[in-house]
């Protein structure tokens, strides 16, 4: 028997982006583990990845390539060969884009977060096709945009540095869960004495572990920043000396924080005017104390209305403590910013002969349905999904279904298994796993550049992302020779070797070792040289102004509550929000049994008050529903879920719940107030119990 060991990659959506291990013995990878060498990884996996050899192996893994043969939806399908399958996407794909190429639309977007498998060579080939773009922000835009206002760039505190910050403030984000070794991070901080607070609508396991949790109204968290403020200004918890050297409209900021005093923000938050009080005295005093003060905001905080403004308003605080003075001080939201990847060379936007349209991600339920009209343009004729599984991560779902079932949309998919979008596509091919193809990976999580080495030889006639394209590309007559660069060439290219954060990249060694940290400072905006306009923390946004936007933190209410709607709220009187399962990371895993057989099925957690009057008893199962759609799911009555507040742990397969739906039946296609994004978490909806 022969056994080596392979350095990889984790490739999923999640800011740890492991280092891994696999063992393989006779070409059959044995063992997934983590590299203990690895600082941020440390030998330790989640109970997802550490299972990945089993999701690889799965026995409903996609092996050829196949034709549909029943209905839209229904899941049949022949096997075809390659050839096949190449040459009739392709013939459909020429005659579509010798007319209207912007009617072929590309949709993908974390299934990988490879450099090399998740958007290089299906860049370059949709660009020289000149198909609609694709405006990937099902995510997080809404976040980075209003972060790269107030800082200039997604950089943020190093999570190496977080066990030696004094107080840590979680604010929109369950680590245990979805970010693991930022926990390891914390626990340790803990242990040194530092005190943890986690500011979530949700008891999650992580506020769980917290000295306190401050249980806000979804969508509040702008105001609960701006209360913050109030007391830092008010009671002379600044650092004045910060604020004077490296920040940019301090005086009108005072004037704005000025109106939301604590008992507004408890008004408007659902919280107590003491709890704002005292966590702004905790906050301001640490850092008075020339101790560091941390605040690791997540996703979750964004995904309403004025969620790009939340994230903005959290953002100044660290600059009116001075926190950014300390290594361990300051705030995280993505380290995504602080790597110079090369994408024009990736994706090569050159190869674009003149500008086409861009399609939003999250509103593809009405763009699937839309006609040609002088300001749409042409009707979407073509999809071609990879790396993503709209039927159940988008919005508005059963919208999202309609538009999928059309039968004159000719669909294409590239996966893993037989997911719901799968069961829509016309051509369905087999895409290689991670053990299984080469790839370059930056992080959001830490700063460490990736490299992924293919473990294992391609389980059946499974291909990568990377060499379909090519394929397509080459049936198609595609001549510019980068439609002929190999995988090992594409990862050469991610990063800027000449870039002084990147210094010395080399692919070749980076595959050998597997990791390189970038040369990054230990505390990166001590002294200002923040990459805005003004290089300064920019309280004050002239950009924001340019673009529309109120240039001072403010609130904007969500679309969905009393305060702005008290109509819809009468009707649909429970917010809800839907953040991840333990074991599950988006739609992935879903359908890996011991990973499904712990989450069991879907579920709602329901405050007791709520449940007791709706006589919803504990375990039963219960509909959930507005004039969107409804799903249905077994309650759980926990105090876990604040008074007014409902929690669909998502996403689960459609195919794979009780009614054939999940919790994007209910939620909106509206767009944030920056950055185009979703807004998941500003969502009322109706909870009644279903008849027996």
Known sequence: MT????????????????????????GVATEVKGDPDHPTTAGVLCTKVARYAERTYHAERLLHPMRRVGNKGEGKFERISWEEAIDTIASRLTEIGARAPQAILPYSYAGTMGLVQGDSMSARFFHHLGASLLDRTICATAGFTGYKYTIGATIGTDVEQFQDAKLIIIWGGNPIASNLHFWMRVQEAKRKGAR??????????????????????????????LGLMHVLIRDNLVDEDYIARYTLGY?????????????????????????????????????RRGEPVAI?????????????????????????????????????????????????????????????????????GDDLLRDTSPAFGPKIEAVIVYNANP?????????????????????????????????????????????????????????YMMANNAAIAPLGEAKPNTEIFRLLAAHMGFTDPCFQETDDQLAAQSFDASHPRAIHFDWDSLKRKGWQKLAMPDAPFAEGGFPTPSGKCEFYSASMLADGLDPLPTHIPPYESVASNPELAAKYPLAMISPPARNFLNSTFVN?????????????????????????????????????????????????????????????????????????????????????????????????????
């Open 391 to 447: 039927l159940a991560i988008a919005p508005d779902s059963d919208k999202v279904m309609q538009g999928f079932a059309r039968e004159d949309l000719f669909t294409v998919v590239l996966e893993h298994f037989q997911t719901d979008s799968a069961d829509y596509a016309d051509i369905l091919l087999p895409a290689t796993t991670q053990l299984e193809h080469v790839d370059a990976h930056n992080a959001y999580g830490h700063l």
């Open 3 to 26: 056994t080596t060991q392979v350095r990889a990659t984790c490739p999923h959506d999640c800011p740890d982006t492991c280092a891994l291990l696999i063992t393989v013995e006779d």
């Open 592 to 692: 890996v049994t011991s990973l499904r057989a712990t989450e069991g099925e879907p579920h709602l957690d329901i405050h007791p008050d709520d449940s007791a009057a709706r006589g919803i008893g504990h375990g039963q199962m219960v509909r959930i529903f507005n004039d969107r759609g409804s799903f249905v799911a077994r309650a759980r009555v926990t105090p876990k879920a604040r008074a007014g507040l409902v929690v669909g742990l998502s996403v689960w397969w459609k195919k794979l719940s009780s009614d054939g739906k999940n919790a994007n039946e209910v939620t909106s296609q509206r767009l944030t107030d920056m950055g185009r994004a979703p807004t998941f978490y500003d969502t009322l909806v109706q909870v009644e119990k279903v008849a027996a």
């Open 296 to 364: 690791r905001t997540n996703y979750g905080v964004q995904r309403v209305r004025g969620g790009g403004m939340a994230v903005r308003n959290i953002t100044c605080l660290p600059a009116l403590v001075g926190a950014w003075r300390h290594a361990a001080g300051g705030v995280q939201l993505s380290a995504s910013g602080s790597f110079p990847v090369n994408k024009q060379k990736l994706q090569r936007p050159d190869l674009l002969k003149q500008s086409v349209r861009t399609i939003n991600m999250t509103t593809i």
């Open 251 to 287: 005086e009108q900021l005072k004037e704005r924080a000025a109106e939301w005093p604590p008992q507004r923000v408890a008004e408007t938050c659902g919280i107590s005017a003491e709890e704002v009080e005292n966590l702004a005295r905790e906050y301001g005093d640490t850092a």
């Open 196 to 225: 943890l607070i986690a500011i979530d609508p949700y008891r999650s396991l992580t506020a769980e572990k917290c000295h306190q949790h401050i249980a806000l109204l979804p969508g509040t968290d702008a105001a609960l920043a």
